[in-house]
């Protein structure tokens, strides 16, 4: 019985030993299975991460041999495809926003509900909002503007393409062609590209303007000299008295309409580069002068006093002639528009490699609403003092003409009452 109880505690601790070591080696197996699993589940949790934050070139390096491994090098792939397609995106978008800001045109860009996706710099330039949010709002509730509105919401609703003119109120007031078209896409955009039409249709208006002058100040002489010459021919002749001042009122009206036509060709020389500047070096005080000796007797009849102030050593180098015709035409105008007793300054001076000369006159100025167009061919403020002045309304935009053959610029200063300067600028060395 002894020896019986001695064989199972025996057995006891033989199975509790080996009870032990199963479990220790349960416990090793259990961390060294867990260790393989875990360590490659870290590195992908890594590598999501840097993805996230956009480190693609983080990688996945196990070498298990098994199920693991392909699946780092899956994704290890994946990440390489995903890098050079967010390249992709990322350069298509640059180039699309590059064009973008480039464009001239207004460009706007909304969803089918109407919310803007996108603008470009030119259409917030044109709409003066550049520092306002636009991105996910409503048209209606950033374009203040019935009529652009309106067009959005039809073209939202047909789907089909339209184009219309419209008139910013802005301190600018451009006047813009819109052409808005729905995309094929789905979901739909409306896009809608702004183009600005002012300069187009200012020269439209100078256009029809001018076709309106011309007839008008070819109209009236010659309506004069129809009448008349029928008059002479209804027995005018027969009183030498009366035919002789018909004849110089006839004379007086032809010389007009021939002034017309030479100034009209003279600027239409000019424009198309027929009629070149031929440039000389100019004693600018001498021509002064000598052109003011030509009109002196002009302002002497209405008591007026020419004022010069020109250093005795000023030159620059332009066309005489034509030099002489801008002098002349802006003093002619100077003491055509000054009262009696009034006072003209003709000044020049010299600024770096430019020669700056006004002429100035405390005559009836110019209104603020006329100053931009009266350089324009045969713009008149007040046409019926113009026209008993004399002239052919062409004389300061042969003056502008000649100014830019030059490669100089004229403009003008005026207030109503206090008179008008008008200040050229040459380049001291003539047209480059």
Do not use: C
Request: a neutral charge; hydrophobic letters at 40%.
């Amino acid at each position: 019985l002894g020896g019986l109880i001695l064989q199972m505690t025996s057995m006891r601790h033989f199975l509790l030993i080996a009870f032990g070591m199963a479990f220790l080696g349960a416990i090793g197996l259990s961390y060294l299975l867990s260790k393989r699993l875990v360590a490659p589940l870290t590195q992908m949790t890594q590598a999501a991460r840097a993805i996230a934050r956009g480190d693609f070139h983080h990688r996945i390096r196990i070498r298990s041999g098994d199920e693991m491994e392909a699946l780092g090098e899956a994704l290890n792939r994946m990440t390489d495809d995903l890098q050079i397609k967010i390249k992709d995106l990322s350069d298509d978008r640059a180039k699309s926003l590059a064009i973008l800001s480039g464009m001239v045109e207004g460009v706007l860009v909304l969803d089918d509900k109407g919310k803007i996706v996108l603008t470009n710099t030119s259409f917030e330039r044109m709409f003066g909002f550049s520092d306002d949010p636009w991105i996910g709002r409503y048209h209606y509730e950033r374009l203040r503007h019935h009529p652009l509105n309106a067009l959005i919401n039809e073209v939202i609703q047909t789907g089909k393409p339209l184009s219309q003119e419209i008139r910013l109120e802005t301190s600018y007031r451009p006047h813009l062609q819109v052409q808005a078209s729905v995309t094929d896409q789905t979901p739909r955009s409306v896009v809608l590209v702004f183009h600005d039409i002012t300069e187009i249709k200012r020269l439209e208006r100078i256009r029809k303007d001018f076709v309106a002058n011309v007839s008008h100040e070819l109209r009236t002489p010659l309506a004069a000299i129809k009448g008349y010459l029928e008059t002479l021919a209804d027995g005018g002749l027969e009183n030498p008295a009366e035919a002789r001042e018909f004849l110089a009122i006839l004379q007086k009206h032809t010389d007009r309409m021939a002034d017309i036509v030479r100034d009209l060709l003279q600027l239409s020389r000019i424009e198309s580069g027929l009629d070149p500047i031929r440039p000389a070096e100019i004693d600018l005080r001498e021509a002064v002068d000598r052109n003011l000796l030509l009109l002196k007797s002009l302002a002497e009849k209405k008591g007026q006093t020419i004022s010069v102030s020109i250093p005795a050593d000023l030159s620059l180098r332009a066309d005489p002639e034509k030099l002489n015709q801008v002098l002349i035409n802006l003093i002619d105008n100077a003491i055509k528009y000054t009262p009696d007793r009034g006072t003209i300054a003709v000044s020049a001076s010299e600024e770096a490699d430019r020669v700056l000369i006004e002429v100035w006159d405390s005559g009836i100025g110019i209104p603020r609403e006329d100053l931009s167009r009266i350089f324009e061919r045969f713009y008149r403020v007040d046409r019926t003092r113009s026209r008993e002045l004399g002239g052919t309304g062409l004389g300061l935009s042969i003056v502008k003409h000649i100014l830019e053959a030059h490669g100089g610029t004229v403009s003008v200063e005026s207030e109503i009452g206090k008179g008008s300067r008008f200040i050229l600028i040459f380049p001291k060395r003539g047209a480059s």
